[in-house]
């Protein structure tokens, strides 16, 4: 109870801010719920002009994590229960318009996990390594927590046509970190994974209108996360407009990590308008990666995973689009290559599952 | 004077190759382990490799942490395949062997976690290597599980008393076949030992046993109780060494040390004495006849003094 009126404080500052001074608040939010697990995000959002060509953006977000932890069967040393995370985070965004420039400067804070895999792997370390029986270091209850900025320009080169931005942002996380087996050939001793990444990011943006009824654009980026190799990343969007009704959306993405991490994807979106500021779409996505990456010690990665998703939408705009409805649902699927040596124990962490996706937004403006 | 110090080097070779320990060396599948002390994991008693096979039979070893998870996996495979299936058939393969399963945990400090891991796998025997200084006389670059597969069985057709038969570090798992496959074709390939008659091994001319009695003719009749330990119908407990069928050099518990043989007896030489005494069994008990002063002793005359 105490929880919800602390939210609810912050959302009446958010709507209050919002209208007093505000140009425009949106609210969205995602479920996703499988068997074991259920996923739900939520956002409230406000934007104001603070003078001429100057914008700030308030954002909260919320998201919480439910999940019946089931450890590996054999493992009878650990139990099985349920677990429920929450994780808040509060961003501000400053842009401001110079003709041809745009200058804006991005800030967050979150508090708590931020993945299904981070609080899944702390209750499974925490059950393994919290007797502190072992010798080395012993396990810690951390509440993860993180800070980051972004500055970035974009600079309009061809007029209305022709956008090219750049960012440059950090991020500090402390993180639960893994736990490992130190082999020290006459004894064993408990050795702990970094609790501060220190994340580094760089984007090159590109964005064209190519002809009226197409438009591209090509992000590239680079991430430097400690203790991790560098990821360089592309993302594409190409955007066309078939007539005055139908809009087809095509995106990939391409990262690699190392040698050994690739992921892609690619997804297409279909949306068509059938009056009254009605709209309705189907949009399908298909993710592929080689495995996770491991932050730290060995044997908690990840194996390859492969998802699918196929949702519909439906939207409605207001006349005078003051009032934007968005609700959409589907099916998303996650499949994972079978457990590799090592990690037996989180069978039930990388678990194929079918999951149930639900997305809704609402956006006022004033 | 040479060839003296050919023997010694011999000698001294021969020693240091034998210490794994001491040469670096591991056991390897064809070597003869030496025995081992450990302390009970459960009871705190100390046991030897060699107590442990003492009545001969195939010792299964399986070392294990209880946080490892290769353990896990392996563990219960070892559980259905080998401890509760030789369960069912007695407790011995498919020649009539003992199997044995014996469980070594590497990982002190967490007693109770380790011995919920025994418990819930159906270790019976567990035994500490906690510094895992056995352990690195098979795998002396770490890891875990290690299983290692010693025949116990003495007199074996099918190899010798305290030979490594298999050893196989980390457990595969998941996509391999399962361990029990491995274990178990080696555990049913060990052949009973030929039952070897420790009385006869020494008294090849020796007559029985006839309801557990032995006879030497020109001796008497004796039992083995854990020979050389044996009782005599007429001296009582002996320790009987012995040299042969017609040579007897024995430790009686009341004369000490005697020498008889079948040429000479019932004339015995007592070391304790450095004299010979002839024997005769009367009706008022054992007479000693001392041929040095001429008497006639009871026991109790010469034991005394």
């Given at each position: 109870m105490k929880r919800v009126m602390k939210y609810g404080y912050i959302i009446a500052g958010l709507l209050g801010a919002s209208v007093l001074w505000g140009q425009m608040l949106e609210m969205s939010s995602e479920w996703l719920e499988a068997e074991d697990v259920r996923l739900m995000t939520g956002s409230v959002s406000g934007k104001m002009e603070l003078s001429e060509g100057l914008e700030l953006r308030t954002e909260w977000a919320f998201n919480s994590i439910d999940f019946d932890y089931r450890p590996d069967p054999i493992d009878f040393s650990q139990m099985g229960g349920e677990r429920n995370e929450e994780n808040q985070a509060v961003s501000l965004r400053l842009r401001k318009e110079l003709g041809k420039w745009r200058i804006e400067g991005t800030g967050t804070y979150y508090r708590g996990y931020r993945s299904l895999s981070d609080?899944?792997?702390?209750?499974?370390?925490?059950?393994?390594?919290?007797?502190?029986?072992?010798?080395?270091?012993?396990?810690?209850?951390?509440?993860?927590?993180?800070?980051g900025g972004t500055v970035s320009t974009r600079w309009e080169y061809l007029k209305s046509t022709g956008y090219?931005?750049?960012?440059?942002?950090?991020?500090?996380?402390?993180?639960?970190?893994s736990y490992e087996i130190d082999d020290l050939l006459t004894s064993f001793e408990l050795v702990r994974g970094d609790q501060h990444l220190s994340t580094l990011l760089a984007h090159l943006t590109f964005e064209n209108v190519v002809t009226k009824r197409i438009r591209v654009r090509h992000a590239f980026s680079l991430t430097d996360t400690?203790?991790?190799?560098?990821?360089?990343?592309?993302?594409?969007?190409?955007l066309i407009a078939l007539g005055d009704d139908w809009f087809v959306r095509t995106s990939g993405s391409y990262n690699e990590e190392g040698t050994t991490f690739i992921s892609r994807a690619i997804s297409q979106s279909v949306e068509y308008s059938i009056g009254g500021g009605w709209s309705i779409g189907v949009r399908g996505r298909y993710y592929e990666d080689t495995g996770q990456i491991e932050t730290a010690l060995a044997s908690s990665a990840a194996p390859a995973l492969i998802t699918r998703?196929?949702?519909?939408?439906?939207?409605?705009?207001?006349?005078?689009?003051?009032?934007?409805?968005?609700?959409?649902?589907?099916?998303?699927?996650?499949?994972?290559?079978?457990?590799?040596?090592?990690t037996a124990e989180f069978v039930h962490l990388y678990a194929d599952r079918n999951w149930t996706l639900v997305r809704s937004a609402v956006t006022y403006t004033f | 004077m040479k060839k003296e110090w050919n023997l010694l080097w011999i000698t001294l070779i021969g020693c240091f190759s034998s210490l794994p320990v001491l040469s670096g060396q591991t056991y390897a599948v064809g070597s003869v382990v030496e025995d081992y002390s450990f302390t009970d994991f459960k009871t705190g008693e100390t046991v030897s490799l060699y107590d442990l096979g003492a009545d001969g039979g195939v010792l299964v070893l399986e070392w294990y942490a209880y946080w490892c998870p290769f353990c896990f996996d392996s563990a219960g495979k070892v559980e259905s395949g080998v401890i509760e299936h030789y369960g069912m058939t007695n407790g011995e393969n498919n020649h009539g062997v003992p199997v044995k399963h014996i469980a070594l945990?590497?990982?002190?400090?967490?007693?109770?976690?380790?011995?919920?891991?025994?418990?819930?796998?159906?270790?019976?025997?567990?035994?500490?290597?906690?510094?895992?200084s056995f352990f690195n006389l098979f795998s002396p670059g770490g890891g875990q599980p290690l299983f290692v597969i010693i025949n116990a069985e003495a007199n074996s057709p099918t190899s010798d008393q305290w030979e490594v038969l298999y050893t196989r570090l980390?457990?595969?798992?998941?996509?391999?076949?399962?361990?029990?496959?491995?274990?178990?074709?080696?555990?049913?390939?060990?052949?009973?030992?030929?039952?070897?008659?420790?009385?006869?091994?020494?008294?090849?001319?020796?007559?029985?046993?006839?309801?557990?009695?032995?006879?030497?003719?020109?001796?008497g009749w004796f039992a083995d109780i854990d020979f050389p330990w044996v009782y005599h119908t007429e001296f009582g407990y002996l320790y009987l060494p012995g040299q042969s069928d017609s040579v007897v050099?024995?430790?009686?518990?009341?004369?000490g040390w005697l020498y008889a043989s079948e040429s000479y007896y019932p004339y015995v030489y007592l070391y304790s004495q450095a004299r010979w005494y002839y024997y005769q069994e009367g009706s008022l008990g054992e007479w000693w006849?001392?041929?040095?002063?001429?008497?006639?002793?009871?026991?109790?005359?010469i034991a005394g003094g």
């Open positions: 609080a899944w792997l702390d209750e499974f370390y925490g059950q393994k390594y919290g007797a502190n029986v072992l010798p080395g270091v012993h396990y810690e209850v951390i509440e993860p927590r993180g800070y090219v931005s750049l960012g440059l942002g950090m991020i500090q996380d402390r993180v639960a970190p400690s203790t991790r190799d560098v990821r360089l990343g592309w993302t594409g969007d190409l998703e196929l949702s519909a939408t439906v939207r409605w705009i207001s006349e005078g689009e003051r009032w934007q409805l968005m609700l959409s649902g589907g099916s998303y699927r996650t499949r994972y290559d079978p457990i590799g040596l090592g | 945990n590497v990982q002190g400090g967490a007693e109770s976690q380790g011995l919920a891991f025994a418990n819930n796998f159906g270790f019976g025997t567990v035994v500490e290597d906690f510094d895992r980390n457990y595969s798992g998941n996509f391999d076949s399962d361990i029990d496959v491995y274990l178990r074709a080696v555990i049913d390939g060990v052949e009973k030992g030929e039952v070897v008659d420790a009385v006869k091994a020494v008294f090849p001319g020796v007559v029985g046993p006839v309801e557990g009695y032995y006879q030497l003719p020109w001796f050099i024995t430790y009686d518990l009341e004369l006849y001392d041929t040095k002063d001429k008497v006639w002793k009871q026991i109790g005359d």
